[in-house]
């Protein structure tokens, strides 16, 4: 495409057959659109139609969109088999979305035999391509193996390319207040738990009040008693927290009348 761009440009095509050119594109670019709208009103025979057509012509980006389509339960060809036929076809061209929803499937064990290793594989693919959502998977999966090394590593890559969420700064933070596979590191700490605290996570907000407020053993700073109010006010927060929360500010308060 590059080279016949250039000779366009360098005027040596015929100027009817760059416009056919450029037309042709509109009309790729708008029908790939077209599946997409198709599929957001769930019109899904007709996104069906429209990417099949340029999914057997190995266009990874429709192979993978139509993945996508019988992966999704309420299209009445829903089909969890022809998802990972058509997820596999578009990873196999390399395609970073497509990899890390193949990886999916081993990694649940379905269609396929579970193989978490077959699964980091193919999630680590995709990470190459700097896809966040792969970063972001490799983290929760290695958390949950108690690998923290490599959570930390994950964890660290994603927060620093800016595609950090609250839930990834306080597993972070999390590693660092108790120092898996590191030096416990209470500065660190706080730091990846002001980030999801800011990013409204009740469980961070908790966690600052209790490191400002010693955990109740003395009256709360005006840090503290900031962020425990704040999980408190948090439609989120579950009933445990609440409960801890409104025994600690109830001991604050004990301690000032006396």
């Known amino acids: 495409m590059k080279k016949f761009l250039n000779k366009i440009l360098q005027r040596k095509i015929h100027p009817a057959s760059a416009t056919l050119f450029v037309i042709?594109?509109?009309i790729h670019n708008y029908?790939?659109?077209?599946?997409?709208?198709?599929?957001?009103?769930?019109?899904?025979d007709l996104a069906h139609k429209v990417w099949m057509a340029s999914a057997e012509k190995d266009d990874a980006l429709a192979q993978y969109n139509i993945g996508m389509l019988y992966n999704t339960q309420s299209f009445h060809l829903s089909s969890k088999e022809?998802?990972?036929?058509?997820?596999?076809?578009?990873?196999?061209?390399?395609?970073?979305?497509a990899l890390l929803?193949?990886?999916?499937?081993?990694?649940?064990?379905?269609?396929?035999?579970?193989?978490?290793?077959?699964?980091?594989?193919l999630y680590k693919k995709s990470a190459k391509q700097e896809n966040p959502d792969s970063f972001g998977v490799l983290a929760e999966l290695y958390f949950q193996e108690k690998d923290y090394k490599n959570a930390k590593?994950?964890?660290?890559?994603?927060?620093?390319?800016?595609?950090?969420?609250a839930y990834t700064f306080y597993k972070l933070g999390y590693i660092y207040e108790n120092g898996f596979d590191v030096k416990i590191n209470k500065n660190k700490a706080i730091q990846m738990y002001e980030s999801a605290a800011e990013r409204g996570f009740f469980k961070a907000q908790f966690k600052l009040g209790k490191f400002y407020y010693k955990d109740g053993k003395h009256p709360?700073?005006?840090?503290?008693?900031?962020?425990?109010?704040?999980a408190l006010k948090n439609p989120k927060?579950?009933?445990?927290?609440?409960t801890h929360i409104e025994n600690i500010l109830k001991i604050e308060e004990k301690t000032t009348n006396n």
Do not use: C, H
């Open 24 to 26: 042709a594109i509109l």
């Open 31 to 44: 029908t790939k659109d077209e599946g997409m709208d198709a599929y957001k009103d769930k019109r899904y």
């Open 82 to 97: 022809k998802a990972y036929k058509w997820y596999k076809k578009s990873a196999n061209l390399g395609y970073a979305p």
């Open 101 to 121: 929803s193949l990886g999916d499937f081993y990694q649940n064990g379905i269609v396929v035999d579970k193989n978490t290793a077959k699964a980091i594989e």
């Open 153 to 165: 590593k994950w964890l660290i890559k994603i927060n620093r390319r800016g595609d950090g969420t």
């Open 220 to 230: 709360a700073s005006v840090k503290g008693k900031k962020w425990l109010n704040k």
């Open 237 to 242: 927060i579950d009933t445990e927290t609440k």
